[in-house]
């Protein structure tokens, strides 16, 4: 009796197990590549939800103004201490740190946050967080009287 895939499994010396070890470097690159994309992606969504954390506690803070000198109309300016707790109180609902600055004499406020993200796959090179940083500043604008 003869078998007609005899001839079929036959293999060159040279060429045991090269499939094997193709395979095996594909599945890394794949897994690296989709590490890289839902890590790198993850930060990114971080740093931006960091941003937009601080263009909103700058707002909260920027409508802190000085009642004293907005009635006495002598200035409209931030009040420093009010503006500062309720951009932190923002963040903290937020549940994220943060720094405010008030500079120009109380006309503009700088907010930075700090907030980090939990890595998925770079876990598996020892790195477990990114920290990522959001800034905003807000500027106090004023209108001329009948304008």
Same mark, same amino acid.
């Given at each position: 009796?003869?078998h007609a895939?005899?001839?079929?499994?036959t293999?060159?010396?040279?060429?045991r197990?090269?499939?094997?070890?193709f395979m095996?470097?594909?599945?890394?690159?794949?897994?690296?590549v989709l590490?890289?994309?839902?890590?790198?992606?993850?930060?990114?969504n971080a740093s931006?939800?960091?941003?937009s954390?601080a263009? +909103? !506690? #700058? &707002?909260? =803070?920027?409508q802190?103004?000085?009642p004293a000198?907005a @009635?006495?109309?002598?200035a409209i300016?931030?009040d420093? +201490? !009010? #503006? &500062?707790? =309720?951009?932190?109180?923002?963040?903290?609902?937020a549940? @994220?740190?943060g720094?405010?600055q008030?500079?120009?004499?109380?006309q503009?406020?700088t907010?930075?946050?700090r907030?980090?993200?939990?890595?998925h796959f770079a876990?598996l090179l020892g790195?477990?967080?990114?920290?990522?940083?959001?800034t905003a500043?807000?500027?106090l604008?004023?209108?001329?009287?009948?304008g």
């Open positions: 009796m003869i895939a005899q001839g079929l499994t293999r060159a010396p040279g060429d197990g090269s499939m094997s070890l095996a470097m594909s599945a890394l690159a794949i897994l690296m590490g890289l994309l839902v890590d790198g992606g993850g930060a990114l931006n939800r960091a941003t954390l263009q +909103e !506690a #700058a &707002r909260t =803070a920027g802190q103004l000085d000198q @009635v006495e109309g002598t300016t931030i420093p +201490e !009010a #503006a &500062r707790a =309720a951009a932190l109180d923002y963040l903290a609902a549940n @994220v740190q720094d405010v008030i500079t120009d004499g109380g503009s406020l907010v930075t946050v907030d980090s993200y939990t890595t876990s790195v477990g967080t990114i920290n990522v940083d959001g500043t807000a500027h604008q004023t209108q001329a009287a009948g």
